[in-house]
C-alpha cells in the first residue's frame, strides 16, 4: 500500500510564475490536508478537502492561492504569481476519516528565486 | 485562538530518558497527536491521545492531561537515531492540526 505521494519533490519559479504542488492520497482515504512549514518553523494548517469539496480553508491566503481535490486525479495546491516569501515545504496529509491520524507525504520544497 | 507551546530545542544523552512537554489551548479538541520530524523528511506518526493517561509503545511514551491542556512525550533509552524535531499538534474540530513549533532534540554520546 503505497503511503502519500507528492511531486514535485523540489520546485524552483522566479518570482511571478505560478507553481503547482499534487498530492495523492493513500490508498483509500478520501479525506486530504496541506501545511506548509517555513524554515525552521512549524507546521501551519493551510486547507482540509475531500473529494470535490473544500472542507476547510482557513488556513490559506485568500489570494494567490487555490487547492482542488478533483473526483479522479491527484488533489492540486496552486500558488499564482509566487513570491520569495512562499519558499517552504508544503506538505500534503491524508486520513481515511474526518477524525484520527494524518499520514504525511514526503512534501514538496518550493524555492522561489 | 489556537495556541500549542512546547520547549525549542533539548539535549540528552545515548541511553537517557527525555521528556518533551506540550501545552496547549485550542477550541474543539479532539485530542493530541505526537510526530517526528528528521531534518528534511516528512512526519512520521508516533501517538495520539484522547483520553486522560499514558499510552505506551515500545520505547516511547506519551501522557494527557485534558484538564490541565497538557501532554508529554517521554523516550526511553534514548539512541543517536533519535536525534529530530518532536511536533505536538491538537487535533481540533474539523480534524485540522495545529501544531506547536517543533522541539529540535539532539542526542549525544
Known amino acids: 500500500n503505497a503511503g502519500v505521494m507528492q511531486n514535485p519533490r523540489h520546485l524552483v519559479r522566479r518570482r511571478g510564475q505560478e507553481a503547482r504542488l499534487r498530492c495523492s492520497p493513500m490508498?483509500?482515504?478520501?479525506?486530504v490536508y496541506w501545511y506548509r512549514q517555513l524554515p525552521e518553523e512549524g507546521l501551519k494548517f493551510m486547507v482540509y478537502l475531500q473529494k470535490e469539496n473544500i472542507i476547510d480553508e482557513s488556513g490559506m491566503p485568500k489570494e494567490r492561492f487555490s487547492a482542488e481535490f478533483p473526483k479522479e486525479g491527484p488533489s492540486i495546491l496552486r500558488i499564482q504569481q509566487v513570491v520569495r516569501g512562499d519558499s517552504a515545504a508544503y506538505f500534503c496529509a491524508s486520513s481515511p476519516g474526518g477524525v484520527g491520524e494524518q499520514y504525511f507525504g514526503p512534501g514538496t520544497r518550493l524555492t522561489v528565486t | 485562538g489556537q495556541n500549542i507551546d512546547q520547549p525549542t530545542e533539548m539535549t540528552a544523552t545515548e541511553g537517557a530518558i527525555v521528556q518533551i512537554n506540550c501545552t496547549y489551548q485550542?477550541?474543539?479538541?479532539?485530542?493530541l497527536f505526537w510526530y517526528q520530524q528528521h531534518a528534511g523528511e516528512a512526519p512520521t506518526f508516533l501517538s495520539y491521545?484522547?483520553?486522560?493517561g499514558l499510552e505506551e509503545k515500545g520505547r516511547f511514551s506519551s501522557f494527557l492531561s485534558r484538564s490541565k491542556g497538557y501532554s508529554y512525550l517521554l523516550l526511553k533509552e534514548l539512541q543517536m537515531k533519535d536525534s529530530a524535531s518532536y511536533l505536538c499538534?491538537?487535533?481540533?474540530?474539523?480534524?485540522?492540526?495545529?501544531f506547536g513549533g517543533g522541539t529540535r532534540l539532539m542526542v549525544k554520546p
Open positions: 490508498k483509500g482515504h478520501s479525506h
Open positions: 499538534a491538537s487535533n481540533n474540530a474539523g480534524n485540522m492540526l495545529t
Open positions: 491521545n484522547v483520553l486522560d
Open positions: 485550542t477550541s474543539g479538541f479532539n485530542g
